[in-house]
C-alpha cells in the first residue's frame, strides 16, 4: 500500500535557525496537510494546501512558518526562525477528494 | 468552534477483554464525520473507524466498533477481544465538510492511551 514518508525522523536545531521538514505524499493524491503534536498533548491541524496555493491554516500557521510544493512530489514545511515552543512532532498527511487522509511517520523536531 | 472531548487520559484492559473509550464532541453543524485513530509506539497514526453523522448504523471493522450518540454528542469506541498490537494512545477526531475549498481538517481529542495487559 503505498504510504507518505517524512524526512528526517528526527531534527535537531538551535533556537533561530531555519529548518525545513519534507514530505513525500502519495503520488496521485492532490490534497496535502501538516499537522504538529506537542508532547503529550493533541494533534493539531496547521495548514492545507491544494493546487499549489493554502486553503486553509490556522492560528498557530503564523508568518514564522511557510509551506511549499516545489517539485511537484515533495511537500515541504519550513520554519524560519525556530522557537523552543516549536518542539513537537510534525505530521505530513495526503488525501484524494475523498476524506481519509494518510498520515506519514512524522518527524520530531527539537529546538535547544 | 468544532471542539473533541476525550476525558480518559489513560485505561488498561486485560488481553482478550473488552473496553470502551469515550468521546464527546460539540459542533452545531448537522453533517461531519467522525473517526478514531491509532497511535501506536512507532508515531504513525493509523485509521481505525470512521462514522458520517447521517447514518443512524454504527460502524464496525473487525474488532472495533463505535456507539454513536448524535443527539448526545457523544462517539464512543467499543475494542473487543483486545489484543497486546492495540496498545496505543486512541485520538477522537472531527471533521466538517469543507465549505469552499475542497480541504477538510481534523480536530482531535487530546487522546486515551490504551494499556494491554497480558
Known amino acids: 500500500e503505498p504510504e507518505v514518508t517524512q524526512t528526517p525522523s528526527h531534527q535537531v536545531t538551535q533556537m533561530g535557525q531555519e529548518v525545513i521538514l519534507r514530505c513525500v505524499p502519495i503520488?496521485?493524491?492532490?490534497?496535502f496537510y501538516w499537522y504538529r503534536q506537542i508532547l503529550g498533548q493533541k494533534v493539531e491541524f496547521l495548514v492545507s494546501?491544494?493546487?499549489?496555493?493554502?486553503?486553509?491554516k490556522s492560528e498557530i500557521f503564523d508568518d514564522q512558518f511557510s509551506v511549499e510544493r516545489p517539485d511537484g512530489s515533495n511537500f515541504t514545511l519550513k520554519i524560519r526562525s525556530t522557537k523552543l515552543e516549536d518542539s513537537a512532532m510534525y505530521f505530513c498527511?495526503?488525501?484524494?477528494?475523498?476524506?481519509?487522509?494518510?498520515f506519514g511517520p512524522g518527524t520530531r523536531l527539537t529546538v535547544t | 468552534a468544532q471542539t473533541v472531548t476525550q476525558s480518559q487520559p489513560e485505561m488498561s484492559v486485560q488481553e482478550a477483554e473488552t473496553v470502551t473509550l469515550s468521546c464527546t464532541y460539540d459542533?452545531?453543524?448537522?453533517?461531519?464525520?467522525l473517526f478514531w485513530y491509532k497511535q501506536p509506539p512507532s508515531r504513525q497514526m493509523i485509521l481505525v473507524i470512521r462514522?458520517?453523522?447521517?447514518?443512524?448504523q454504527n460502524a464496525t471493522e473487525n474488532r472495533f466498533s463505535v456507539n454513536f450518540q448524535k443527539a448526545a454528542k457523544s462517539f464512543s469506541l467499543k475494542i473487543s477481544d483486545s489484543q497486546l498490537g492495540d496498545t496505543a494512545m486512541y485520538f477522537c477526531?472531527?471533521?466538517?465538510?469543507?465549505?469552499?475549498?475542497?480541504?477538510?481538517?481534523?480536530?482531535f481529542g487530546t487522546g486515551t492511551r490504551l494499556k494491554v495487559l497480558a
Open positions: 498527511a495526503s488525501s484524494e477528494v475523498s476524506l481519509k487522509q494518510y
Open positions: 503520488s496521485n493524491h492532490l490534497y
Open positions: 494546501f491544494y493546487n499549489n496555493e493554502i486553503s486553509e
Open positions: 459542533t452545531s453543524e448537522s453533517n461531519y464525520y
Open positions: 462514522q458520517e453523522a447521517y447514518k443512524q
Open positions: 477526531a472531527f471533521m466538517n465538510p469543507p465549505l469552499t475549498s475542497g480541504t477538510y481538517k481534523y480536530i
